[in-house]
């Protein structure tokens, strides 16, 4: 069933919490429905395709048409000794699907616990956490292509995958909307440890390496440093980790001996931007209602009543910060509207 609303507030649409309106907001369930709509629009129409809105940043009201997915469904479409091919609908919430995932043994997912959003996102940003991206794990993306209402699936190669990239956020943004994505999963998993303090906390935790254990330390860790967006707005990470050439890592290197990095390839390194923000004395600190999360440099928040305005500014001082003392540019995650 289409639903349609008018001057439609998007404040539970939005982690950051703005207070912005839409002129017009229209909920779908099936792929036919979004065909009827996309179909009744003008080309000049103006309109926005939203997931969960956890890595949207609106900087005032959308004068056009809010369009979000509630096409919903988890099904098994194939299966092997090895593993499951999960087809879900891109209105499923995405944690909910890890749960499941972890619930019938299915390993793959579990590093990606409590990343907020849904399935559709998942597609079109690449989500990643702890060494694992949605990459590793897509096998097809269904869309709709926007100008012809035409039914279209894209391949992992053909969505050209990269941290935090996909060939519908570069090339191809705004001409496809993700219905449905169907994900590999294992039925026996490989465990990825190596990525920040997991192996600490398992520990702690005794020691069992499950799903299950995975999973809630997962959690555990993000809930730790990361603020709850109903208590305090924020998006999530905010900068993407800049990835340099190994030659200018290994330069400062001399400056910042303690400066952590990830080995990419022979050529590359990734640095946290986390740390080069904290680095320049820029996490707990604010300018004006917008700020630095005090616990986890790389999320900005919206202290009580900030606009995208101020978020902004906020942002592009930080990101000058780290030019200045490091030389390495950082770019935000969130998309700006």
Known sequence: MVNTYTNFSLLKYNTFGMDVQAARFVEYESVEELKHILSSF?????????????????????PGTVLHSCIKGREVVEEDEESVYLRVGAG??????????????????ENLSLIPGEVGASAVQNIGA???????????????????????????EECAYAYRKSIFKEEWKGQYIVTY?????????????????MKAE?????GEVTLSTIRNVVIAIRQAKLPDPTIQGNAGSFFMNPV?????????????????????????VKIPA?????????KGHSLGRAGV????????VNRGGATGSEIIMLSQAVRQSVKDKFGIDIHPEVNFI
């Not at 999360?293 to 900005?300: F, I, R, T």
Request: hydrophobic share 35%; net charge negative; aromatic share 12%.
């Open 42 to 62: 003008a080309p000049e129409d103006l309109f926005l395709q939203i997931g969960g809105g956890s890595n949207l940043l609106f900087t005032d009201n959308f």
């Open 244 to 268: 340099i050439d190994r030659s200018l890592y290994e330069g400062l290197l001399e400056e910042y001996p303690d400066m952590p990095h990830y080995d990419v390839d022979e050529s590359h």
């Open 181 to 197: 994505v169907t994900y590999r999963l294992s039925k026996k998993p490989i465990f990825h440890l190596d990525y920040g303090n």
């Open 274 to 282: 986390a740390w080069m923000i904290d680095q320049c004395g820029w």
């Open 293 to 300: 999360h005090d616990k986890q440099a790389l999320v900005l």
């Open 202 to 206: 398992l520990e702690k935790r005794g």
């Open 130 to 156: 702890y060494g694992v991206e949605a990459k590793d794990l897509i096998t097809k993306v269904e869309t709709i292509e926007i100008a012809t209402c035409n039914e279209r699936s894209f391949s992992v």
């Open 92 to 109: 499923e919430v995405w944690d909910d699907l890890v749960a499941y995932c972890v619930e019938n043994g299915w390993g793959g997912v």
